[in-house]
């Protein structure tokens, strides 16, 4: 089949894309905000892999990093606090055939969201998840979260916070059915940039816990691992984060690790210190969800109709005549 220079011409313009087709609204974020750099990261990934706007779906819940889908020109839902999960799961079991992103706080997805942050690693559908966690509620200006490192001074914890932090990766490792965890900085872009893209790419229900400055209220959290590039630990692997040579002269701390190695990477996750960075476990064999249960049958609107009108047809009282006539002949 020969295919015309003008339709070619066409198709060429609609695959070429550039950053400004994904860029929405200038973002609010403060100065030096952890969360610019995770959005640079996120247009970078559209542009690469050419995603269609209109096939693709960011959402959230409530906090400042949930205010991600507003910067993106493509569909969001900026839905409740806690909430961002089993929304997107909505979305991609009734079509499965657009990209979903989740953007979510330490405190929507580790506090208020906790019970469907479990389940959904269970679930394993397939999702793009980013915890941006800046160990802090940045939007209700400062109270302590569950990743808060003990000790933090809050407004909810003036004397300082008393219990151990949670650790979202060794959580997440921890649930049945896991099948992407990675870690990553927001001051090292090029490494998040391409841990971002192996989560896009894996099939499945990834899980990418960003650790986010937030200069708002934690100022100076993370200084000293900014400072001191031995302070991370880059883990690199064929078949996980390879490191270009420019990385690899600056971040000499490295460690091979086998993505498939779940004990390791667990072993891993628990150490804070140096911060691990590089994808800790990935197993593309885990079967998604919405594939099990949908065996490929789209909830188009007449599938929706055909389904309800049958369930009604089960509690109708049909009138003699015409039950009589829905009988078979004796
Ligand atoms: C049901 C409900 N409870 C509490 C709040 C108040 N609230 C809004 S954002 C937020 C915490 C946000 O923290 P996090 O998820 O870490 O996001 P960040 O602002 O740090 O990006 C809270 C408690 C709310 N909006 N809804
Ligand atoms: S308060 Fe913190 S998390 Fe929120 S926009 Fe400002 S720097 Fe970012
Ligand atoms: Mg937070």
Redesign the pocket.
């Known amino acids: 089949m020969s295919i015309h220079c003008t339709e070619c011409v066409l198709q060429m313009y609609e695959e070429h894309a550039e950053l400004e087709d994904y860029q929405g609204g200038v973002p609010r974020w403060c100065t030096g905000c952890g969360d610019n750099a995770i959005l640079a990261a996120i247009q970078r990934l559209c542009r690469d892999e050419a995603l269609r706007p209109e096939k693709t779906m960011f959402v959230s819940g409530?906090?400042?990093?949930?205010r991600f889908p507003h910067y993106m020109k493509t569909y969001g839902f900026h839905g409740i606090?806690g909430r961002a999960l089993p929304v997107a799961e909505g979305i991609k079991m009734s079509r499965p055939d657009l990209n979903v992103f989740v953007n979510t706080?330490?405190?929507?997805c580790c506090s208020?969201g906790a019970g469907h942050w479990i389940h959904a690693i269970r679930y394993n559908m397939n999702l793009t998840v980013m915890l941006?966690d800046?160990e802090?509620?940045?939007?209700?200006k400062k109270q302590a979260?569950p990743t808060s490192p003990r000790g933090t001074r809050s407004n909810t914890t003036p004397r300082g916070s008393y219990l151990e932090e949670l650790q979202p990766l060794t959580v997440t490792l921890g649930v049945q059915n896991v099948s992407f965890v990675a870690q990553a900085v927001d001051w090292i872009p090029e490494v998040l940039y391409d841990i971002i893209r192996a989560a896009y790419k894996h099939k499945g229900f990834s899980f990418v816990r960003i650790i986010q400055r937030c200069p708002e209220w934690l100022p100076k959290q993370w200084d000293p691992y900014v400072q001191d590039t031995q302070r991370t630990l880059l883990l690199t692997h064929e078949r996980g984060l390879k490191l270009s040579p420019a990385m690899s002269k600056v971040y000499k701390n490295q460690q091979e690790h086998d993505p498939l190695d779940i004990n390791r990477a667990r072993e891993i996750a628990s150490v804070n210190d140096p911060i691990p960075v590089g994808i800790l476990y990935h197993n593309p064999s885990v079967p998604c969800y919405e594939e099990t249960r949908h065996a490929g049958q789209m909830r188009t609107p007449e599938y929706i109709k055909d389904g309800l009108e049958s369930e009604f047809d089960k509690f109708t009282v049909w009138p003699q005549e015409e039950k009589a006539a829905k009988q078979p002949a004796a």
């Open positions: 409530i906090g400042c990093s949930s606090h706080g330490d405190g929507d208020i941006h800046n802090i509620y940045g939007l209700t979260s």
